[in-house]
């Protein structure tokens, strides 16, 4: 029989996990493939890892992965696509913003459409502060400008993939990961679900505003080197600018003669352009530390546990 398994990246979930478990269980009782799960237990302070191991004692197709650390969602979920072994992968979060009711539909698209993927995203962002959905918003405006992978507004994690498709995004074993730009680089048949979106069930969100406008950044340099060509373009302008400044200012002082004056002008020119190129060359050691990163080669993740 076909297996599929559920990746599940669970930090600081105790009060999440058994209602998770139990709702998907009884949600997926019918489906025609076999359900397995695969806890990946990211450093949880909680007692996360105890309801793991009590869940995995009672039912034998509960796994987990226990890292080391907190590593994050990303490494979260890449470690459990590259420990599953189902013949299909879906990714959940623990809390039950995505709906479990959804994956029989999901396998019926994969296995009747031909679909390799069915995403998820959701069409409202109900209960989220509205200036946070404004950045969300803008984000994904800026990343369709300028990078090459599509990104759905408002896409989630939760998907159900097949197993060439994940074997595939395992095969891509960058340290500094961007999973909804990788999904899409990796191409497939993707087929996109709207649903509405959902309160957690318990325990609160572990993403703040900072966290979530550093996670956009990395995206960015993740996904594109835009930014690297806008800072020449830049260059370029201010020189232009300064070479034509610097023609009108000779030929004035020809005609004219040479005044000492207009120094207020000059000193916000000299704090315009050292400003410019500070910010230019942030952009160059932004991209410097990913590479700088990548190239040290460390791992993604590191496990403690697993069963
Ligand atoms: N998560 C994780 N590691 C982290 C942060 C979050 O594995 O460092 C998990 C978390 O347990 C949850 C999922 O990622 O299952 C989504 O997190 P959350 O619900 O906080 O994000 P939101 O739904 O608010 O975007
Ligand atoms: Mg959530």
New binding site residues.
């Given amino acids: 029989m076909e297996k599929c398994t559920i990746v ?4 600081n ?1 105790e009060e999440a996990v058994p209602l998770f478990y139990e709702a998907v269980e009884e949600t997926l009782k019918d489906m025609p493939i076999k359900i397995e799960y695969l806890f ?1 237990n ?1 450093g949880s302070k909680d007692g996360t890892l105890n309801i793991l191991r009590e869940l995995s004692e009672k039912d034998p197709d509960v796994h987990y992965i226990s890292f080391s650390r ?1 590593f ?2 990303e490494a ?1 979920m890449y470690a459990g696509l590259k420990e599953s072994d189902g013949d299909y992968v879906v990714i959940m ?3 039950l ?1 995505d709906p479990p009711d959804l994956i029989p539909s999901m396998y019926e698209s994969v296995i009747n459409e031909g679909y390799d993927c069915v995403a998820t995203r959701r069409v409202d962002r109900k209960g989220e502060p509205p200036i946070r959905s404004a950045f969300a918003n803008l984000f994904y405006l800026i990343m369709h400008i300028i990078a090459k992978v599509d990104m759905v507004p408002g896409a989630r994690d939760f998907r159900f993939m097949k197993r060439t498709m994940v074997d595939a995004i395992v095969d891509m074993g960058e340290y500094n990961r961007f999973s909804k730009g990788i999904f899409g680089w990796v191409g497939f048949e993707t087929k996109w679900v709207p649903f509405e979106n959902r309160k ?1 069930v318990a325990g609160k ?3 703040s505003f900072f966290k979530l406008f550093q996670y956009s950044i990395e995206g960015i340099v993740a996904f594109s080197t835009a930014p690297l060509v806008w800072s020449s373009i830049l260059g370029i302008i201010f020189c232009a600018i300064a070479f034509a400044a610097l023609i009108f200012l000779f030929v004035r002082a020809l005609i004219f003669g040479d005044r000492v004056d207009g120094w207020p002008s000059l000193a916000c020119m000299i704090t315009l352009s050292a400003g410019i190129q500070l910010f230019c060359s942030g952009i160059v050691g932004m991209y410097l530390s990913k590479t700088y990163l990548e190239v040290k080669g460390r791992p993604i993740y590191i496990v403690k546990e697993k069963k």
């Fill in positions: 599940v990246p669970c930090y979930e990946v990211d907190n994050g969602k979260a979060d623990a809390d913003q957690r969100t572990k993403w």
